[in-house]
């Protein structure tokens, strides 16, 4: 029958463990995810431009050092830089060399405090990616309860249908004997029909659970690919029951990295303030430098001097003075070594600086307000993260307190069709009850155990959630 291999298929997927599959805990899942996730990596990208700026603002308390070489070509009218003389028609290169350093000595303390500031602002993306961490962990968590709910479904969708198929196939038999009619025979038939469409709507949604859990964990989707299924029974074992929900918000709040980065960025937001109303603050810098030059203007006479005598100075009457000074002249110049005009040109300068800020266009008390709002905004941003734990808290509670409910009621409603499904099983196999009354029992035993599964699973989740906010590992 068509319906045997589709049993067998169907089952063989469930229990299928070929050397080529690889299996993945609920750790193995997480642990993926961490790796894999595109929101985590640039939660680390942003965390590693944090400690960039960190490092920054350390580096700037010390001085800066900058080098300076120029190299120009002059044509035409010009000042001998060596003689201070005019000169026309010249043509000539002039190069200048420097090395300036200056350090900041106050100014407020704005270089301190920002290495503050930069240092609050890294442990806030650090709280960052630690709450990002931690919502990849709850949604893969429960994507992998969903596998685990799908895959028990299926798994009692597949054993109904062979318990039917085993019934159809009896019922047959007494068709064909003539122990039954032929409507008893055709309803039991159309209810395994039923129930086979019941089993590829349970692998559909099976195949789904394990797309969206491949999806969260970024890999790429492969049938091969299963998870390992946990102990259940150990799964629903909860030992803080008597905890109330304010008790494990004030354990989860100073463990919150929302609330955590929250209050980060609200200390960063006040030493910010303070840095803007150091602007208000006289500035002292201590610089100084080493300068030199090379010019080809720089000449210097080569081959046999010639020493004449030039007459200095004037008398009292307009007359030349009998005073004689020698003048050395020599018949070619070249221009003077780099090495020597280097070392002869050089000069040092240092001082000091100090800016007084007096008047810039209301700047420094527009920076000062607007960092006074920025503080306030965090301050209010924390008291938001802290509500918005304190809800989810509460709403964790509640919801564990409800599944827990739902789970032992529908457990009883389960137990009790279960019940009822075997002793109509039974009397259908003596003939003792109709197809009809027996098709009912039986789909209400497979609703209840659906129901049953549904709010096990779900507990499940909203323990792991509770567990989570009372600081327990998820696996």
């Not at 001085?63 to 043509?91: C, E, H, K, M, S």
Request: glycine share 4%; hydrophobic share 40%; with cysteine.
């Amino acid at each position: 029958m068509q319906c045997k291999y589709l049993i067998i298929a169907l089952a063989s997927l469930i229990t299928w463990g070929a050397s080529a599959q690889q299996t993945y805990s609920l750790q193995q899942c997480i642990e993926t995810a961490f790796t894999n996730n595109i929101t985590i990596k640039q939660r680390a990208l942003n965390q590693q431009s944090a400690k960039a700026d960190v490092l920054q603002s350390k580096l700037n308390l010390l001085p800066n050092l900058n080098g300076q070489l120029t190299n120009n070509y002059n044509i035409g009218f010009a000042i001998n830089p060596v003689t201070n003389t005019t000169t026309r028609d010249a043509t000539f290169r002039n190069n200048t060399f420097g090395i300036n350093s200056s350090v900041v000595l106050f100014n407020g303390f704005q270089n301190i405090n920002t290495i503050r500031q930069q240092s609050f602002n890294a442990q806030a993306t650090e709280a960052d990616l630690e709450a990002t961490k931690n919502n990849i962990a709850l949604s893969v968590s429960n994507a992998y309860l969903q596998v685990l709910l799908n895959t028990e479904v299926l798994s009692s969708r597949v054993f109904q249908l062979t318990g039917t198929a085993e019934q159809v196939k009896r019922q047959e038999k007494l068709f064909e004997l003539g122990g039954i009619n032929k409507v008893r025979f055709l309803q039991l038939k159309a209810q395994m029909a039923t129930e086979e469409s019941q089993v590829i709507a349970a692998k559909t949604q099976l195949d789904q659970a394990y797309l969206n859990l491949w999806q969260l964990m970024n890999i790429n989707p492969d049938t091969n690919n299963k998870i390992i299924t946990p102990d259940s029974v150990s799964m629903l074992q909860l030992t803080t029951d008597a905890t109330a929900a304010n008790q494990i918000y004030n354990t989860f709040k100073s463990q919150s990295p929302e609330i955590r980065a929250a209050q980060k960025r609200r200390e960063a937001a006040a030493i910010g303030h303070t840095v803007a109303a150091g602007g208000r603050s006289p500035r002292l810098t201590l610089s100084g430098g080493l300068n030199s030059f090379y010019t080809t203007q720089n000449q210097q006479g080569v081959g046999d001097p010639n020493i004449t005598l030039r007459p200095v100075g004037i008398d009292a009457f307009g007359n030349p003075a009998p005073y004689f000074i020698p003048i050395t002249t020599y018949s070619q110049s070249e221009v003077v070594p780099f090495s020597t005009q280097f070392n002869r040109n050089i000069g040092k300068n240092f001082g000091f600086t100090l800016s007084v800020p007096i008047f810039n266009g209301w700047q420094v008390n527009t920076n000062v307000q607007k960092a006074k709002i920025n503080e306030i905004s965090n301050e209010l941003n924390q008291k938001q993260a802290e509500l918005d734990v304190f809800k989810n808290v509460n709403q964790a509670y509640l919801d564990y307190q409800s599944a827990q409910k739902r789970y032992e009621a529908n457990m009883r409603n389960y137990e009790a069709n279960a019940e009822s499904f075997e002793l109509a099983q039974n009397q259908f196999t003596l003939g003792a009850i109709n197809t009809a009354d027996f098709i009912v029992t039986k789909n209400q035993f497979l609703q209840a155990q659906t129901t049953m599964l549904q709010s096990k699973y779900e507990l499940m989740l909203r323990k792991k959630v509770l567990d989570f906010y009372l600081g327990k590992p998820l696996y």
